[in-house]
């Protein structure tokens, strides 16, 4: 049983984390990635007190922080949240399910998912969504994208300097990514272009070992031999699996007040999955932090001070 439990690892959720431990919480942080949407931004200049840095390097320290202050981080995709006597039961698609006394939803927008066999079960375990996060993990191995825009595209390049073989996975013959980058992905010999062609499935037991694709005109089918899968299709805002629980507008983002309390009293949220303005990263951790100490005045009873003068 946690006191907290944070949903999603971006600004939002990695900072709730910092001011939650910093207050002696013992809290766990689910997530499918560390670094959310800011590990897109390969250069960023307008966060306040660090100088320009990558995304990724900028969310390595935010990470740094959380796990320094006391955090437990566990990877998996939360997909099931449920009331309990003592609190609220969050369940990942892998099977596991944690509890705690109160639950801070962070987890922005969410990258979109194929939908086919087993995707969900390998997530953090063969299946990510975050190239620059993962590659590291893959060198030298074989891997497959599946995607046709510039994440997708860039994503194959990046990947393509480590691992030893990487297919790309396109429902079409051409690109959304810019002419010159895909000049590059044809040209790379690291890389092979499986067109027109979708995944229709997963193969595993522990960890991934492959992927099924389906060519869409022939319907031939075929196993790609991989060891890592990275989903790179664009993001949605997915409330779906907390809707019960708590009230959401007309775009599904989780409706907060201005201290980031939802509808239903001991569950909070921040950053990109509320109507919160102006989609930046200094933003969602501002709001981070405030649900994070909304959450500890809660969970005391309301005895911890909004105004700290």
Known sequence: MYDVIIVGAGAAGLTAAVYTCRKKLNTAILSIDVGGQTNLTNHIENYPGTGPMSGPELMQRFQNEAIGFGAEIIMGKANKVDKTEKGFKVGLANGEEYECKALILAYGKVPRSLGIENEEKFFGRGVSTCVTCDAPLYKNRETAVIGGGNSAVEGALELATIAKKVY???????????EITVEKLKNNPNIELVLNSVGTKVIGDKNVDGMEVENMATKDRRTLKVDGIFIEIGYVVDTSFVQHLVKVND???IIVDERG??????????????PVPYKQTVIAAGDGSKAALECYRWLTGGKGAILDW
């Open 251 to 253: 775009k599904k983002e």
């Open 261 to 274: 309390n939802t509808s239903h009293p001991g569950i909070f949220a921040a950053g990109d999955i509320t």
């Open 168 to 178: 790309l996975v396109h429902r079409r013959d051409t690109f959304r990514a810019d």
